[in-house]
Every structure is written in structure tokens, then in C-alpha cells.
């Protein structure tokens, strides 16, 4: 089955600073990605997802990339902000029918 | 819409007593999932619905079960509670074009 891992478990910035955060995935039919972002308490929030027949897709200051070839998928965020600190997750989905995968999560921490 | 919501908020049960977590959503979405979220761990999928009347199992199934009569409802329950099912339980609904929309969440704790 498909597997998700997610690196960094940790990753600190200063404010204003760029944050990326990577996700590799085992299972080569897998067509589906998206990034949920997680706020102390709250629930999950999806920020932004792509399909595998895209390499890139940007909203606003997020974007995410897709590398097919090498089974990877990175969240960029550029300009962090303080509201930016949260745990992001990815996940992988294998086929029109098949559930989310998700990885352990990165825990963003903005400092002002 | 109140999308997905979720009752209890919070819950402590002791070590052999049953409970049933409710999922309601109000988006007419067909699938429905539950997820427990252990710490550093990210979700775990439980159980998953493609339509009422039709259940299967996710990841970590045993000790939970499901039902799903209606549409708007998905109720999760435990049986037996262990120590080891202390954790944070989400339900889902998915839109068609695959967008998770989550509950808030109940918070178990075994004792």
C-alpha cells in the first residue's frame, strides 16, 4: 500500500523568511496531493492540493510542486507570517476511489 | 451550512466501557470518513463510507465500528474502550472534487 513520509518533523523560521517543507511517497499510481494545515486545537484545513498532471500550483504566498519521476512533493511557503505557525500534512491518494495517505506532519513554528 | 460537526467534544471513559462518537454534515456529500490523530503520529483512517448503507474498513479498524443509514450521518463505535483508543477522533466528508472537509473533533481519553 502507498506509504507518506513528510521532512522536517520540526522547522523553524524567522518572519519573513521562506519554509519547505517535502513528502516522498511509495506508490506510482498515486494521483492526488494535497497539504492541510493544522492550528493548535483546531481541526485539519485544506491550504492546497495538485494532481499528478501538474508540476506546480501557487496561491498567493503557497505553492506546491510536484516530481513524478522521483515520487515527491514539497509545500513552499514564502514570506511566512506569525498565522503561518501550525502543523502541515501532507497526503497521497491512489486512484479515483482510493483514501488518503497522510504523513506525520511538520510543526512550523514564525518567530516575529 | 454548519458542514461537519461532531458531539461529544470531549470524553473520559473507563477501560471497558462502549461509547458512540456522532458525525453529522449537512453538504449532502456521499463520502464520509473517521480518522484518529495520536500525537506526532498524523491521521490514521478507521473507517470510510462511500454512501449510506456502505461501510468499509480503513487502517486501523479493530475495536470500532460503523454505520451509515443516512447520508448526513456516520456515528463511530467503541466497544471494549482500551487505554490504546485514547485519542483525537475526526470525521470527514469529501467533496466530488476531493476536498476533506474535517469536523472539530472529540477528544477521548481511557482510563
Known amino acids: 500500500g502507498e506509504n507518506v513520509e513528510q521532512h522536517p518533523s520540526t522547522l523553524s523560521v524567522q518572519e519573513g523568511d521562506s519554509a519547505v517543507i517535502k513528502c516522498t511517497y511509495s506508490?506510482?499510481?498515486?494521483?492526488?496531493f494535497p497539504w492541510y494545515k493544522q492550528e493548535l486545537g483546531k481541526r485539519p484545513q485544506l491550504i492546497i492540493d495538485?494532481?499528478?498532471?501538474?508540476g506546480e500550483k501557487k496561491d498567493q504566498r503557497i505553492a506546491v510542486t510536484l516530481n513524478k519521476t522521483a515520487k515527491h512533493f514539497s509545500l513552499h511557503i514564502t514570506e511566512t507570517q506569525p498565522e503561518d505557525s501550525a502543523v502541515y500534512f501532507c497526503?497521497?491518494?491512489?486512484?479515483?476511489?482510493?483514501?488518503?495517505?497522510f504523513g506525520k506532519g511538520t510543526k512550523l513554528s514564525v518567530k516575529p | 451550512n454548519a458542514g461537519v460537526t461532531q458531539t461529544p467534544k470531549f470524553r473520559i471513559l473507563k477501560i471497558g466501557q462502549s461509547m458512540t462518537l456522532q458525525c453529522t454534515q449537512d453538504?449532502?456529500?456521499?463520502?464520509m470518513y473517521w480518522y484518529r490523530q495520536d500525537p506526532g503520529m498524523g491521521l490514521k483512517l478507521i473507517y470510510y463510507s462511500v454512501g449510506a448503507g456502505i461501510t468499509d474498513k480503513g487502517e486501523v479498524p479493530n475495536g470500532y465500528n460503523v454505520s451509515r443509514s443516512t447520508t448526513e450521518d456516520f456515528p463511530l463505535r467503541l466497544e471494549l474502550a482500551a487505554p490504546s483508543q485514547t485519542s483525537v477522533y475526526f470525521c470527514?466528508?469529501?467533496?466530488?472534487?476531493?476536498?476533506?472537509?474535517f469536523g472539530p473533533g472529540t477528544r477521548l481519553t481511557v482510563l
Open positions: 470527514a466528508s469529501m467533496t466530488s472534487t476531493d476536498t476533506q472537509y
Open positions: 497526503a497521497a491518494r491512489t486512484g479515483s476511489q482510493g483514501n488518503l495517505i
Open positions: 506508490d506510482s499510481a498515486s494521483n492526488y
Open positions: 495538485i494532481r499528478s498532471n501538474v
Open positions: 453538504m449532502n456529500h456521499n463520502y
